[in-house]
Protein backbone atom coordinates (compact mmCIF):
# COMPACT_ATOMS: atom_id res chain seq x y z
CA UNK A 1 0.00 0.00 0.00
CA UNK A 2 1.28 3.75 -1.14
CA UNK A 3 1.32 6.30 1.42
CA UNK A 4 -0.82 9.59 -0.22
CA UNK A 5 1.33 12.34 1.04
CA UNK A 6 3.63 13.92 3.06
CA UNK A 7 7.17 12.98 4.17
CA UNK A 8 6.36 9.06 3.48
CA UNK A 9 4.39 9.97 0.73
CA UNK A 10 4.84 7.72 -2.28
CA UNK A 11 6.62 5.04 -0.24
CA UNK A 12 4.99 1.40 0.43
CA UNK A 13 3.74 0.09 3.82
CA UNK A 14 3.17 -4.06 4.27
CA UNK A 15 0.00 -4.93 4.68
CA UNK A 16 -1.23 -8.05 6.53
CA UNK A 17 -3.68 -10.67 4.34
CA UNK A 18 -6.32 -12.84 5.52
CA UNK A 19 -9.97 -13.10 7.17
CA UNK A 20 -10.73 -9.64 8.53
CA UNK A 21 -8.52 -7.73 6.47
CA UNK A 22 -9.30 -4.68 4.77
CA UNK A 23 -7.17 -2.25 4.03
CA UNK A 24 -8.56 1.49 3.59
CA UNK A 25 -8.46 1.59 -0.49
CA UNK A 26 -6.05 4.64 -2.02
CA UNK A 27 -9.52 6.11 -3.01
CA UNK A 28 -11.05 5.68 0.70
CA UNK A 29 -7.65 7.22 2.56
CA UNK A 30 -7.45 9.97 -0.14
CA UNK A 31 -11.60 10.92 0.94
CA UNK A 32 -10.61 10.60 4.34
CA UNK A 33 -7.99 13.07 4.92
CA UNK A 34 -9.22 15.56 2.33
CA UNK A 35 -12.36 15.63 4.90
CA UNK A 36 -10.29 16.24 7.66
CA UNK A 37 -8.26 18.98 6.29
CA UNK A 38 -11.75 20.73 4.92
CA UNK A 39 -12.78 20.37 8.08
CA UNK A 40 -9.50 22.36 9.85
CA UNK A 41 -7.31 19.36 11.01
CA UNK A 42 -3.76 20.70 11.21
CA UNK A 43 -1.62 17.96 11.33
CA UNK A 44 1.83 19.54 13.35
CA UNK A 45 1.49 18.78 16.99
CA UNK A 46 -1.84 16.53 16.28
CA UNK A 47 -1.72 13.48 18.68
CA UNK A 48 -3.52 10.22 16.93
CA UNK A 49 -4.92 7.05 18.07
CA UNK A 50 -5.76 4.45 15.73
CA UNK A 51 -8.13 1.38 17.28
CA UNK A 52 -8.64 -1.71 16.03
CA UNK A 53 -5.89 -0.81 13.34
CA UNK A 54 -5.09 -3.36 10.93
CA UNK A 55 -1.89 -2.49 8.53
CA UNK A 56 -2.23 1.05 10.62
CA UNK A 57 -2.24 3.14 7.34
CA UNK A 58 -4.44 5.80 8.45
CA UNK A 59 -2.16 6.90 11.76
CA UNK A 60 0.95 6.09 9.53
CA UNK A 61 -0.42 8.45 6.77
CA UNK A 62 -1.02 10.87 9.67
CA UNK A 63 2.60 10.90 11.16
CA UNK A 64 3.82 11.43 7.43
CA UNK A 65 1.39 14.37 7.35
CA UNK A 66 2.94 15.39 10.63
CA UNK A 67 0.98 14.55 14.02
CA UNK A 68 3.40 14.78 16.75
CA UNK A 69 1.99 11.16 17.92
CA UNK A 70 0.23 7.42 17.16
CA UNK A 71 -0.55 5.46 19.31
CA UNK A 72 -1.91 1.74 17.30
CA UNK A 73 -3.76 -0.65 19.17
CA UNK A 74 -3.92 -3.94 17.26
CA UNK A 75 -4.75 -7.54 19.14
CA UNK A 76 -3.28 -9.72 15.94
CA UNK A 77 0.37 -10.21 16.55
CA UNK A 78 0.82 -10.69 12.93
CA UNK A 79 -0.60 -7.42 12.48
CA UNK A 80 1.01 -5.35 15.16
CA UNK A 81 4.56 -6.66 14.08
CA UNK A 82 4.20 -5.62 10.65
CA UNK A 83 2.54 -2.06 12.07
CA UNK A 84 6.39 -1.52 13.95
CA UNK A 85 8.40 -2.76 10.62
CA UNK A 86 6.64 -0.36 8.50
CA UNK A 87 6.93 2.32 11.24
CA UNK A 88 10.93 1.10 11.79
CA UNK A 89 11.54 0.83 7.71
CA UNK A 90 9.50 4.32 7.16
CA UNK A 91 12.48 5.40 9.72
CA UNK A 92 9.69 7.13 12.34
CA UNK A 93 11.39 7.47 15.48
CA UNK A 94 10.32 5.70 18.34
CA UNK A 95 8.93 8.89 19.98
CA UNK A 96 6.61 9.46 17.66
CA UNK A 97 4.35 6.50 18.01
CA UNK A 98 3.51 3.14 20.38
CA UNK A 99 2.06 0.02 18.97
CA UNK A 100 0.22 -1.91 21.52
CA UNK A 101 -0.13 -5.76 20.98
CA UNK A 102 -3.59 -6.20 22.66
CA UNK A 103 -7.52 -6.41 22.60
CA UNK A 104 -8.83 -2.50 22.32
CA UNK A 105 -11.20 -2.95 25.02
CA UNK A 106 -8.06 -3.72 27.93
CA UNK A 107 -6.71 -0.09 26.81
CA UNK A 108 -10.30 1.60 26.47
CA UNK A 109 -10.53 0.34 30.00
CA UNK A 110 -8.43 2.97 31.36
CA UNK A 111 -7.96 7.02 30.75
CA UNK A 112 -5.37 7.93 28.53
CA UNK A 113 -2.19 9.78 30.03
CA UNK A 114 -3.29 12.64 27.77
CA UNK A 115 -6.25 12.74 24.98
CA UNK A 116 -6.04 12.31 21.24
CA UNK A 117 -7.15 15.00 18.76
CA UNK A 118 -7.96 12.14 16.49
CA UNK A 119 -9.47 8.75 16.78
CA UNK A 120 -9.57 6.39 13.83
CA UNK A 121 -11.96 3.68 14.60
CA UNK A 122 -11.95 0.46 12.37
CA UNK A 123 -13.33 -2.73 13.72
CA UNK A 124 -13.60 -5.98 12.08
CA UNK A 125 -16.94 -6.42 9.76
CA UNK A 126 -19.68 -8.19 11.32
CA UNK A 127 -19.23 -7.76 15.11
CA UNK A 128 -21.27 -4.73 15.86
CA UNK A 129 -18.09 -3.04 18.09
CA UNK A 130 -18.55 0.59 16.69
CA UNK A 131 -21.11 1.70 19.46
CA UNK A 132 -19.09 -0.20 22.47
CA UNK A 133 -15.54 1.00 21.52
CA UNK A 134 -16.89 5.04 20.89
CA UNK A 135 -18.74 4.63 24.30
CA UNK A 136 -15.85 3.28 26.08
CA UNK A 137 -13.14 5.85 24.31
CA UNK A 138 -15.19 8.93 25.21
CA UNK A 139 -16.39 7.61 28.27
CA UNK A 140 -12.69 7.07 29.91
CA UNK A 141 -11.80 10.72 28.10
CA UNK A 142 -9.72 9.21 25.17
CA UNK A 143 -11.02 12.36 22.85
CA UNK A 144 -9.69 16.19 23.18
CA UNK A 145 -11.98 18.88 23.12
CA UNK A 146 -12.70 19.79 19.95
CA UNK A 147 -11.10 16.42 18.93
CA UNK A 148 -12.26 14.24 15.66
CA UNK A 149 -13.32 10.33 16.01
CA UNK A 150 -13.23 8.75 12.51
CA UNK A 151 -14.85 5.16 11.84
CA UNK A 152 -14.92 3.37 8.79
CA UNK A 153 -17.36 0.76 8.89
CA UNK A 154 -19.63 -1.59 6.32
CA UNK A 155 -22.32 0.27 4.30
CA UNK A 156 -25.40 -1.35 6.32
CA UNK A 157 -24.14 0.16 9.76
CA UNK A 158 -25.70 3.47 10.57
CA UNK A 159 -24.57 6.20 13.02
CA UNK A 160 -24.76 4.85 16.68
CA UNK A 161 -27.07 6.54 19.51
CA UNK A 162 -25.95 6.79 23.27
CA UNK A 163 -25.77 9.24 25.92
CA UNK A 164 -21.59 9.72 24.94
CA UNK A 165 -22.32 9.45 21.31
CA UNK A 166 -25.03 12.43 21.42
CA UNK A 167 -22.23 14.60 22.50
CA UNK A 168 -20.41 14.52 19.40
CA UNK A 169 -21.40 16.39 16.31
CA UNK A 170 -22.02 13.87 13.25
CA UNK A 171 -20.55 15.98 10.47
CA UNK A 172 -20.07 12.75 7.88
CA UNK A 173 -22.14 10.43 6.99
CA UNK A 174 -20.98 9.17 3.61
CA UNK A 175 -20.77 5.47 1.37
CA UNK A 176 -17.64 4.65 -0.68
CA UNK A 177 -19.00 1.17 -2.05
CA UNK A 178 -19.36 -1.42 0.63
CA UNK A 179 -17.50 1.11 3.14
CA UNK A 180 -19.37 4.13 5.18
CA UNK A 181 -17.38 6.76 6.74
CA UNK A 182 -18.24 8.34 10.04
CA UNK A 183 -16.93 11.42 11.15
CA UNK A 184 -17.91 13.20 14.36
CA UNK A 185 -16.75 15.95 16.26
CA UNK A 186 -16.60 16.86 20.19
Same mark, same amino acid.
Given at each position: ??????????????????????? @???????????????????????????????????????????? @?????????????????????????????????????????????????????????????????????????? #?????????????????????????????????????????? #???
Amino acid at each position: MRLISGKYGGRVIKTASGPGYRP @ATSKVRQAIFSMLESRGVEWEGLRVADMFAGSGSLAIESLSRGA @AFALFVEKNGRAASLISDNLRDLGASSREYRVLKTDLFNVLSKAPDKPYDLIFIDPPYGYDLLPKALDAALEKG #WLSENGFVLAEVEDKVEPPRSEQVDRLELLVNKLYGQTRILL #WQM
